[in-house]
């Protein structure tokens, strides 16, 4: 099975997805298997990262700022260069391993939705995979 979901993002931001994702799993019926939660966009991503304190979403934005500042060099004519780089630094998929009819997740753990070239109507994916 493979489910799309859509939403509004900001300007650039994390958004947990990791109750959508779970819904997906629960309406699977899958028990014992893999979930890909993939980002079919260039200028966003997927991740897995802490999901309890806030303070990490901001300061892996900045890191992420910090290590790809916009560049007068850069040739990409919609001028989003370091949006790209960021998407391909965080990556476009995720991949959770299902025991038991439950995400494989540590404690803190959260799945997101990264925007990095917002506001923008996105979607992405949710395959579910028995096995």
Known sequence: ???????????????????????????????????????????????????????VVHDLLLGLSRAFPDCPEFLHAEGNSRAHLKASCVGSSATIPVQGGRLVLGTWQGIYFCEFDGPRRRHFYVKILEG
Do not use: W
């Open 1 to 55: 099975m493979l489910d799309q979901y859509s939403l509004q993002t900001d300007t650039e931001g994390f958004t947990n997805v990791t109750g959508m994702v779970r819904k997906s799993l629960e309406k699977s019926g899958v028990t014992e298997g893999v979930c890909v939660v993939y980002c079919p966009h260039t200028t966003a991503g997927i991740t897995i990262n802490e999901n309890a304190d806030p303070a």
